[in-house]
């Protein structure tokens, strides 16, 4: 399974420990699903991360958060 490393596109531009608290939002973020998550919701869940990262947050439970919910708004539409 991918993780949140396939979707940095200059993972450079991110220190070793802010990578480690997106890869583990991540996780988290995926393991609220009772099954495998499908592509587009990864990438979905990826791309709210790095986004969160990118504003500035650190906090893993806020980034996971912020990508659950941006999961959540697309299923109510």
């Known amino acids: 399974m991918p993780t949140i490393e396939n979707y940095i596109k200059q993972p450079a531009v991110f220190d070793p420990e802010t990578i480690s ?3 583990a939002a991540y996780e988290s973020a995926l393991r609220c699903f009772p099954t495998s998550a499908p592509k587009s919701v990864r ?3 990826a791309a ?3 986004s969160g990262v990118r ?3 650190r906090d893993t439970d806020k980034l996971c958060q912020l990508a659950l919910s941006a999961i959540r708004v697309a299923e109510a539409l």
């Open 21 to 23: 608290v997106m890869s």
């Open 43 to 45: 990438e979905v869940i």
């Open 48 to 50: 709210r991360i790095i």
């Open 55 to 57: 504003g500035g947050e």
